[in-house]
């Protein structure tokens, strides 16, 4: 037997005892609905957080040369060095 024939044959052995199993055990149960007077559970209300009493300044990245940068971020975090608007398809990091 090839290759091919042996996967065939392995799968239809596998339908054959999946459809004699299901056969064995027979249509599955009806599910019985919910009640429907039944109240939802009550959940609490969360309070509103308080921002934070003093926020992290932003860092800021080290100003090129030539002026403004790029400002794209890598998921590392780290930020392209080159000129804003630069022409190259690729981003340069630090």
Do not use: F, Q, W
């Amino acid at each position: 037997m090839s290759k091919m024939d042996d996967l065939r044959a392995m799968r239809e052995a596998k339908y054959a005892a999946t459809t004699r199993r299901a056969a064995v055990a027979g249509p599955p149960a009806p599910v019985a609905p919910a009640a429907p007077d039944a109240p939802a559970p009550a959940t609490a209300a969360r309070p509103a957080r308080k921002p934070a009493k003093n926020p992290a300044p932003p860092a800021e990245p080290a100003p090129a040369a030539g002026g403004a940068l790029c400002g794209h971020r890598a998921i590392s975090g780290r930020t392209c060095t080159r000129e804003h608007g630069h022409a190259a398809k690729s981003h340069r990091y630090a």
